[in-house]
């Protein structure tokens, strides 16, 4: 057997599926190396995709490139249901219950039977480097692999400790080992790395919880789906459960404050603020008595329930105590303990746009190891990573989205240009642009490219295709279709609770009426028959056409900072007239253009103007 | 090209001969075919390069001339930015050159950064690469120099009261975007009626904010300053004493009716706009021609009030009545002909009327001016009002006013989107907005304050 690839992949979790199946599918000669076979695409902690809203944006964007996550959870959610319905199309938000099983399953098989694809087990220990670029990887059982591309997808496994009470162990997942070798090999190779904390809460068996005393989250009734490629079926599906902490849960709590691993200092590292553990929320917002708990079913074949809400490191006896304090929960057995996962990770301001690091050349990085939270928001760095190591090798241009195209692009513009002072989560509240990185448009924002690339196929594409060209068809029939305020017409729009027309108007114009839908219109002109994701793309651009164009706008005049380039050779400390903070951020971060050098903080308007002067005749500037 | 059409006051204002509004970018002629009407009747589009013209600068909202200008047209690739180039050159007065920069900016242009026309000067290859590095320098410098000017200007009341609104502001901002962000939380909904409430509150925090902004007092657009009187005292000769003096008669602006107008002078850099001086001119009797209710209704506009009286003829009821009337005001009371007789003293008027009003004697027919001068820069220097460079305070007043007003049309926009019955992501728009344009007088990043905010106030998460 070979072992010689193009690409190899280090980790197996949602990040490095992704990546090693884009780079596959690129036409690299792809390894993808797991500690355990049995654990790829595992979901650790919360047994659902999508959920805040944000997170399903990012599932779509990474399927209309062509990636895997959101076909794999369509074919093996237990419930889903759509958030955010009223607050508008821009922030509306999918979240399916996960059979965490079936999705490993099925994501396993997707990655076993794709093409330039190894899937195999080993625990790498060293990347191989020569004359600062990468020649491949090294196991711990001496195996040496051969490749001009690595991207680490290590998860929470480089220097894994995991906590309980005052009990601290090595380990990267409960269960599974941690390595230590790879942080040092890391480290050696001059790359700095930092510790982050993330924690779960603990696994409850379903037969014993009370159902009478819960409330129960069916699915939705109307079938959802996340891939813009998966065909509606009806599979019964399997509810969630629903109640909350009582004044008892919350003394329970104070009183074992100083077992808490975030209280008594048995955990270092910063946590994620969006996923605070129980004890923290009892400590941050003490007037609070009544905190939502969710149970969530883990699988069809399995009696684990997830208990969304009560994540804790607290001792085992005392996590009893807090569930048993529960409604519902009180004769409630747990099966997994929740527990506090200690990491090491990259701080990510020594990456590149592309996810490629400063430092070691043709190394990438994808997911929690660049300091991020979430599968989804590993899963869009795992493609991202995957095209821009296909596209090293293949001697091509890296793929870099921007802020004004995809919620991805806004997140790896984010880690590189800002940095993350804890475990990143995308928020809608990210994108300048909002109303035009919709979770329904993210097919007809990308995509083209990932046709382009090469990870769209041609029968998708041309489906694609076909929606694309009913909504411009349709969209242009309604702005020069006519509407004659006629008794008849105007006795309808009455009807309707809608205004008086005085004049002939577009049935464009109508449809802006906000009490107006599609539907209503087949009242005043011959209608076509369309598909329900066309009609939802027309009335969107229609209704919200001016405040999308406003937007639009907007991105013209910002794009005009992201146009100027600065190449990777220029010396900021040549520049004089920069400020010194101005310097040192520039020459840490290394902006690729204009807009993203004035995103970084400590550079200031002044220092972005004098940097566009010098960018004129930056020969001068340049490091030889 | 997207490069939006910059504008700026290029010379240094009020002291000045003559004031210069430069604009440059594509939209430049559109602007000036706007707000310019050439004496000859032609189109200011349609002028070739290197061409000039005389004519009238006009407000085309109000419908009222702003000055008499010359403008100067430079067809880009041949001008000093490499762009499409206009030039108002007009009298170089606070108040002119100040309306036209305003009116250009509602226009469509937008205030331009320090040293930014020198910037794109460079950028379009106008400059010598080897003036790199002193460009830099004056980038640097400019820029410096007027964040020094605005953080000053913040200091104070503008910043508290900013800061108030955008306290309301960030409330409602942070709620929406945590119940977008976090829809499986309990976080507490919004009710329609409660944010058009907030966003209401403040429009109308940000409409009275603009008004002061447009008082804009003293430095920013010179001191309102009534010449008052009964008839034949002497405020003619006052008048055009005090233009003599000063040599820096900028301008007649025709006012709100056609029957005051006013007049720019500049005090020992304290610009005073002189009200209804026409009125003066004309008639040497504001109160006779106007009526005693205009009258009143300038003193009551006014900042500052020159009241002249005759010290050689007896006291009227009319000195009295007018002492009385403007007992709450700022007042320079002038006693003139003091080259004649004496035929009354101070003690004859009623000391309650008088107050502290400084009193200057004078013969405005052969003395000196000086201590009329001396009184009312003293008076002015009193009130908390400091000598600074009034093109500075001029530059960012202009740009907190935009953003001020452009906060206000974004939270209107919100309102509007609010009562149509549209969702959450629409109004956010809007409310981001405003609080983004607040944010540019600040000189904060809203969007990480949004999301920090979200996680102090609500208990977010699993």
Not at chain 1, 116 to 135: H, K, M, S, Y
Not at chain 1, 221 to 235: E, G, I, K, N, Q
Not at chain 1, 469 to 478: D, F, P, Q
Not at chain 1, 511 to 536: H, M, N, T
Request: charged residues 25%; hydrophobic residues 40%; glycine residues 8%.
């Amino acid at each position: 057997m070979s072992k010689n690839y193009d690409v190899i992949v280090v980790g197996a979790g949602h990040a490095g599926c992704e990546a090693a199946y884009a780079a596959a599918k690129l036409g690299c000669r792809t390894l993808l190396l797991t500690i355990n076979l049995s654990t790829i695409a595992l979901m650790p902690c919360n047994p659902a995709i999508g959920g805040p809203a944000a997170k399903s944006h990012l599932v779509r964007e990474i399927d209309a490139l062509g990636g895997l996550m959101g076909r794999i959870i369509d074919n093996s959610f237990l419930n889903i249901r759509l958030l955010n319905e009223s607050r508008g199309p821009a922030v509306r938000a999918l979240r399916a219950q996960a059979d965490k099983v079936l999705y490993q399953s099925l994501m396993t098989q997707a990655l076993e039977s794709a093409p330039n694809l190894d899937v195999r087990q080993g625990i790498v220990t060293e990347i191989l480097v020569e004359d600062g670029a990468v020649q491949g990887v090294k196991t711990k059982h001496g195996v040496e692999f051969t490749a001009p591309a690595v991207i680490l997808a290590t998860g929470t496994f480089l220097r894994g400790v995991l906590v309980v009470g005052q009990l601290r162990y090595p380990g990267g997942r409960a269960g599974e080992p941690g390595v230590n070798e790879l942080s040092e090999n890391l480290e050696s190779l001059g790359i700095e790395l930092s510790r982050f904390q993330s924690a779960t809460p603990p696994r409850l068996h379903a037969d014993s919880v009370d159902y009478e005393k819960l409330t129960e989250q069916p699915g939705s009734p109307v079938p959802l789906r996340f891939s813009f490629d998966s065909d509606h079926d009806d599979r019964p599906q399997i509810p969630c459960w629903y109640t909350r902490t009582t004044p008892k849960t919350i003394e329970v709590i104070r009183d074992n404050l100083h077992h808490s691993p975030i209280q008594s200092g048995s955990v270092v590292g910063e946590g994620p603020r969006f996923c605070p553990s129980i004890d923290r929320k009892v400590m941050r917002f003490p007037d609070k008595l009544d905190h939502q708990v969710f149970l969530e079913p883990e699988g069809r074949y399995t009696k684990e329930l997830y208990c969304l809400g009560l994540t804790t490191a607290m001792p085992e006896y005392v996590q009893e105590e807090i569930v048993r304090s529960i409604p519902g929960l009180e004769h409630a057995k747990i099966m997994r303990p929740g527990y506090a996962v200690e990491y090491d990770y990259i701080p990510p301001s020594q990456m590149t746009l592309s996810l490629e690091s400063r430092v070691v050349s043709g190394l990438f990085t994808a997911g929690q190891i660049n300091g991020t939270s979430g599968y989804e928001e590993a899963a869009a760095q795992g493609i991202i990573a995957g095209i821009n190591a296909a596209h090293k090798v293949l001697g091509k241009e890296p793929v870099i989205l921007r802020r004004s195209e995809a919620y991805i692009g806004v997140l790896v513009d984010d880690l590189v240009t800002k940095g993350t002072t804890e475990p990143y989560r995308m928020m809608t509240s990210r994108a300048e642009y909002r109303l035009l990185l919709r979770v329904d448009n993210a097919d007809l924002r990308l995509r083209p490219l990932g046709y382009k690339l090469g990870l769209v196929g041609e029968e998708q594409f041309a489906r694609f295709n076909d929606k694309r060209r009913l909504i411009n068809e349709t969209i242009n029939w309604l702005n020069v279709t006519r509407v004659n305020p006629t008794a008849e017409v105007r006795a309808k729009l009455q009807e309707l609770g809608s205004g008086d027309l005085k004049k002939s108007v577009s049935l464009a114009d109508l449809l802006q009426r906000p009490e107006l839908s599609f539907a209503d219109l087949k009242f005043f002109a011959d209608c076509p028959e369309l598909p329900g994701e066309v009609i939802e793309q027309v009335e969107i651009s229609v209704k919200y056409a001016g405040y999308v164009e406003r937007q639009l706008r907007q991105v013209a005049e910002f794009q005009r900072l992201e146009d100027v380039k600065i190449p990777d050779n220029i010396d900021y400390m040549k520049i004089h007239g920069l400020r010194t903070e101005a310097r040192e951020r520039l020459t840490a971060v290394r902006p690729v253009n204009l807009g993203q050098a004035a995103r970084i903080s400590g550079v200031s308007p002044a220092d972005i103007s004098v940097l566009a002067v010098v960018l004129k005749d930056v020969d001068k500037y340049v490091s030889a | 090209m997207t490069e939006q059409t910059i504008a700026a006051i290029a010379t240094a204002v009020g002291e000045a001969g003559i004031g210069i509004v430069r604009l440059s970018g594509k939209e430049a002629f559109d602007i000036a075919e706007k707000m310019f009407v050439t004496k000859r009747g032609d189109s200011p589009k349609s002028l070739p390069g290197y061409s000039a013209r005389y004519g009238r600068v006009v407000d085309p909202y109000q419908g009222r001339t702003i000055d008499e200008a010359i403008l100067l047209v430079m067809r880009g690739p041949y001008s000093y930015t490499g762009e499409d180039v206009v030039e108002f050159q007009c009298h170089g007065g606070v108040v002119v050159v100040q309306k036209i920069l305003e009116t250009a900016l509602r226009l469509g242009a937008r205030m331009a950064e320090p040293g930014e026309f020198t910037k794109r000067a460079f950028l379009n290859g106008r400059l010598d690469l080897s003036q790199a590095e002193a460009v830099i320098d004056v980038v640097r410098s400019r820029t410096e120099e007027s964040l020094a000017v605005a953080v000053d200007q913040l200091e104070g009341s503008l910043s508290k009261r900013i800061s108030a609104i955008r306290e309301q502001l960030y409330d409602l901002v942070v709620r929406v975007e945590a119940i977008i962000d976090y829809p499986e939380d309990d976080i507490p909904e919004l009710e329609v009626d409660e944010m058009a409430e907030v966003i209401r509150t403040v429009i109308g925090e940000l409409e009275r904010l603009i008004a002061t902004a447009d008082q804009g007092k003293v430095l920013r657009e010179g001191l309102k300053a009534v010449i008052t009187g009964k008839p034949n005292v002497g405020k003619s000769s006052l008048l055009n004493r005090l233009l003599d003096e000063q040599r820096a008669l900028v301008t007649d602006i025709p006012g709100t009716t056609r029957d005051t107008i006013e007049e720019v002078l500049n005090l020992r850099g304290i610009p005073l706009r002189l009200i209804d001086t026409a009125g003066i001119r004309e008639s040497d009797d504001v109160v006779e021609r106007l009526g005693v209710e205009r009258a009143v209704q300038l003193w009551g506009e006014a900042d500052l009030i020159i009241h002249v009286m005759d010290g050689s003829v007896p006291l009227s009821s009319e000195d009295r009545e007018i002492l009385a009337r403007t007992r709450d005001k700022l007042r320079v009371v002038v006693i003139n002909k003091s080259d004649l007789p004496r035929v009354w003293s101070l003690d004859d008027l009623d000391a309650r009327d008088l107050g502290e009003a400084p009193v200057v004697e004078i013969s405005l027919l052969e003395g000196e001016l000086t201590p009329l001068v001396d009184a009312v820069v003293g008076l002015v220097s009193k009130g908390g009002i400091r000598e600074s460079t009034a093109s500075q305070a001029i530059v960012t007043r202009a740009r907190h006013k935009t953003a001020l007003e452009e906060a206000k049309a974004d939270l209107e926009n919100a309102l509007e989107t609010l009562s149509m019955g549209l969702p959450l992501d629409l109004i956010s728009v809007g409310l981001q907005g405003a609080l983004e344009h607040l944010g540019e007088i600040t000189g904060e990043t809203v969007r990480e304050n949004i999301i920090d905010r979200i996680f102090a106030q609500f208990c977010i998460g699993k």
